[in-house]
C-alpha cells in the first residue's frame, strides 16, 4: 500500500474513534452496513454512494468502492468508502488488514447461522469512477443528436420557408410524420385482422410487466423473498417468467402479416416470386433499423454518461459488449452470440424476427409448389420458429380461404373451450414445473419441447374465429382504442428496457419486493414508455 495511501486512511480511521469526529468522518456512515432480512436474500450492503462523494478530508475526498464476497453459497458486495488515493488493488489489501473499528472489521461477514458458513471469500474489488471515459459516448450522442436534429430542421424549413416543392423534406417534416400515430383507423396494411391489434398490445404490456419485476432481480432485489411471493400464486402469471415468455411466441405469430404480405405482392405481380420482389419485400423489414441502431447508440451513451448508482455494474459489461459486438445488432445476428455477449441483451428479439421474416419466401415458395409438402425445417438456434411457421400458415390460410372454416355455432364453442384449456394448462404447467430437475425429466422435456407450438395453436384459433366473427373477444380486440398503441408497440418494445435500467441503475438502496411498489413501477416505467415511444415515432421510425 503506498504511503500516501495509508496515510489517508490512517487519518480517516483515527478520526471515527474521536468523541467529535471532523465532518469527513462521514466515510464511515457511507459504509454499507448488514440490514435486517439477510435470509431473504437482503445480502448486499450497498451504503451511500452520493455520500461517500461529498465527503473532503484534510488531502484526500471519498471515493466509493466494492468489495464482492462469497460466503458460503451466498455471494454479495459491499459499499466502502474510502481515501481517494488508494487505488483498487490497494482497497483489497486494507479490506484485508487494515479497515477495523478497533478489534472489529468495517467488513463484518454474514451471521453463520444465517449462511451455514463463517469464513469469507473476497472475489474482487472495483472502485467506481466519477465519471466514465466518454469514448464510446462520444460517437453515440453525436448519432443520437444527428438522428433527431434531421426532422427538426426538415420541421422548421417545411413552416417557415415551406419548400413545398421539397418532397424528401416533408417526409422528414413533423408535419408529415405526426399523422396517422393516434388514428383509430387500423394499421394493419390492406385493413382487416382488426383483432391483431389488441393481441400485440396485451402481448406487449405483458412483457413489459414481466420486465418490469424480472429486471431488478438481475441485482438488486431481495431475490429470496421475490420468488417465494411470485411463484406460489397463480395470480402472478404477469410477472413470472415462464409464462412472459409466451408473449414473445405470440410476437412471432404475428409473422402470419408477412405471408399475407408476400402473397399479395406475388399476386400483383401477375403471381411471379421474383428475386426483385423478394429484394423488396426483405427491405421492409430492414426499416426497422434506424430505430434499432437510435436505441443502441442511445443506451450506450446513457451508461458512459450517467451518474450511476452502486447497481450500475451489470451494466458496464452491456457497454463493453457493444464496444465488440456492436455489428452483430447492425446485420441482425446478435442472437447467433452467446446472450452474455449481446449489445443491448433485449434485442436478441430483432434478430430472429428478421431471420424467421426472411424464411418467408421460402415458405411461401414451398406451399406455392406443392400442396402437400411437409415441413421438416427446425435448425439451432431459432428455438422458438415454430410460432412463426404456424403464423406463416395462418398467414396463408386466411389470405387463400374460400370459405368460413366455422360453420355452426357448437364448432366456434367446441373450439374457444379447446383454445382456452389450452392457454390455462400451458400456464399452469409453469408453475408446476417452474423447479429445474436435477435428473432427466419426461414432464419438463415434453413442457419445453410443446408449449411454444401449443400456444400458438391457442392464439392462432382467437385469431381464425375473430376473422370469421365468432364471440365478444373479436369485439374487445377489434376496439380501437387499441390502434393507436398498436402503432408504436416496436418503439415501445425497444425503449421500455432503458428506463428499467436507468431506473434500477441510480438506485443508492435496495429494492424490496411488494406488490404495491411492482404496481406502481410497472405503471411508471409503461407511462414514460409511452410518451417517449410517441417521440421517437415521430422523430426517428416513421421519418427514417
Given at each position: ?15 471515527i474513534?474521536?468523541d467529535?469526529?471532523?465532518?469527513y468522518?462521514?466515510l464511515?456512515d ?10 431473504g ?18 488531502s484526500f475526498?471519498?471515493q ?7 460466503q458460503?453459497?451466498?455471494?454479495y ?12 488493488e490497494?482497497?483489497q489489501?486494507?479490506?484485508l ?15 453463520s447461522i ?9 472475489i ?5 469512477p ?10 453515440t450522442?453525436f ?8 426532422p427538426?430542421?426538415a ?21 408529415n410524420t405526426s399523422?396517422g400515430?393516434?388514428?383509430?383507423s387500423?394499421?394493419?396494411?390492406g385493413?382487416?385482422?382488426s383483432?391483431l391489434?389488441?393481441?400485440?398490445v396485451?402481448?406487449l ?37 415462464g ?17 399475407r404480405s408476400?402473397?399479395?405482392?406475388i399476386?400483383r405481380?401477375e ?5 426483385s ?7 421492409r423489414?430492414?426499416?426497422i433499423?434506424?430505430l ?28 463493453m ?8 445488432n447492425?446485420?441482425?445476428i446478435s442472437n ?5 455477449e449481446?449489445c443491448i441483451?433485449?434485442?436478441w ?14 415458405l411461401?415458395?414451398?406451399?406455392r409448389t406443392?400442396?402437400?409438402y ?22 396463408i ?5 374460400k370459405?368460413q372454416?366455422l ?8 373450439g374457444w ?8 394448462l400451458?400456464?399452469g404447467?409453469?408453475?408446476?414445473l417452474?423447479?429445474?430437475p ?5 414432464p419438463?422435456a ?7 407450438p401449443?400456444w ?8 381464425l374465429a ?16 387499441w390502434v393507436p398503441?398498436?402503432n ?6 425497444l ?11 441510480l ?8 406488490d404495491i411498489?411492482f404496481?406502481y ?13 410517441c ?10
Open positions: 500500500v503506498s504511503q500516501r495511501c495509508m496515510k489517508d486512511t490512517n487519518a480517516f480511521l483515527w478520526e474513534t474521536q467529535k469526529p471532523k465532518e468522518a462521514v464511515y457511507s459504509y454499507g452496513k448488514m440490514g435486517s432480512n439477510v435470509e436474500g437482503n445480502a448486499n450492503r450497498p451504503g451511500l454512494l452520493q455520500q461517500c462523494r461529498s465527503a473532503n478530508g484534510p475526498s471519498g466509493y468502492c466494492q468489495v464482492f464476497l462469497r458460503g453459497t451466498v455471494q458486495f459491499v459499499g466502502l468508502c474510502v481515501p481517494d488515493s488508494c487505488r483498487e490497494e482497497v489489501i486494507l479490506v488488514y487494515r479497515l477495523r473499528f478497533g478489534q472489529t472489521s468495517l467488513v463484518p461477514p454474514l451471521p444465517l449462511v451455514n458458513q463463517s469464513t469469507q471469500e473476497m474482487m474489488t472495483h472502485c467506481l466519477q465519471t466514465i471515459a466518454p469514448d464510446a459516448s462520444d460517437v450522442c448519432v443520437c443528436c444527428l438522428m433527431v436534429a434531421v427538426l430542421a420541421t422548421l424549413f417545411t413552416a417557415i420557408i415551406r419548400w413545398q416543392r421539397n418532397r424528401e423534406l416533408q417526409v422528414f417534416s413533423l408535419q399523422q400515430i393516434f388514428s383509430a387500423s394499421s394493419i396494411p385493413g382487416g385482422y383483432s391489434n389488441g393481441i400485440r396485451l402481448s404490456l405483458w412483457i413489459i410487466c414481466g420486465h418490469s419485476a424480472q429486471f431488478p432481480v438481475i441485482n438488486n432485489l431481495n431475490y429470496k423473498n421475490w420468488k417465494k411471493t411470485v411463484e406460489s400464486s397463480p395470480l402472478y402469471v404477469l410477472t413470472i417468467s409464462p412472459v415468455f409466451l408473449a414473445v411466441d405470440t410476437f412471432l405469430l404475428l409473422g402470419l402479416l408477412s405471408a408476400l402473397l399479395g405482392s399476386d405481380a403471381d411471379k416470386l421474383s428475386p420482389l423478394v429484394a423488396n419485400y426483405l427491405f423489414r430492414i426499416k433499423q434506424p434499432h441502431l437510435f436505441i443502441m447508440c442511445l443506451t450506450i451513451g446513457l451508461i458512459s454518461l450517467v451518474q450511476w448508482g452502486p447497481y450500475w455494474f451489470p451494466f458496464i459489461d452491456t457497454l459488449d457493444c464496444k465488440t459486438y456492436w455489428w452483430a447492425l446485420l441482425l447467433l452470440l452467446p446472450v452474455h449481446i441483451p433485449w434485442t428479439y430483432l434478430s430472429l424476427d428478421f431471420q424467421c421474416y426472411a424464411t418467408t419466401p421460402l411461401v415458395y414451398f406451399y406443392s400442396d402437400n411437409v415441413l421438416y425445417y427446425y435448425v439451432k438456434p431459432y428455438t422458438r420458429y415454430s410460432p412463426f411457421l404456424i403464423g406463416i400458415l395462418t398467414g390460410h386466411l389470405t387463400t380461404k370459405d372454416l360453420k355452426q355455432k357448437w364448432q366456434a364453442a367446441l373451450l379447446c383454445c382456452l384449456s389450452v392457454m390455462a400451458l400456464v404447467l409453469a408453475f408446476i417452474r423447479e429445474t436435477d435428473h432427466p425429466s419426461l419438463h415434453l413442457y419445453q419441447g410443446l408449449h411454444r401449443l400458438a395453436l391457442a392464439v392462432s384459433w382467437i385469431i375473430c376473422e370469421e366473427g365468432y364471440g365478444f373477444i373479436k369485439r374487445l380486440l377489434s376496439l380501437s382504442f398503441l398498436s408504436i408497440s416496436f418503439a415501445c418494445y425503449i421500455h428496457p432503458v428506463f428499467i435500467i436507468v431506473y434500477i441503475g438506485q443508492e438502496t435496495p429494492i424490496h419486493y411488494s411498489n404496481m413501477l410497472f405503471l411508471g416505467h409503461l407511462v414514460l414508455t409511452l410518451v417517449v415511444s417521440m421517437l415515432m415521430v422523430l426517428v421510425e416513421k421519418p427514417y
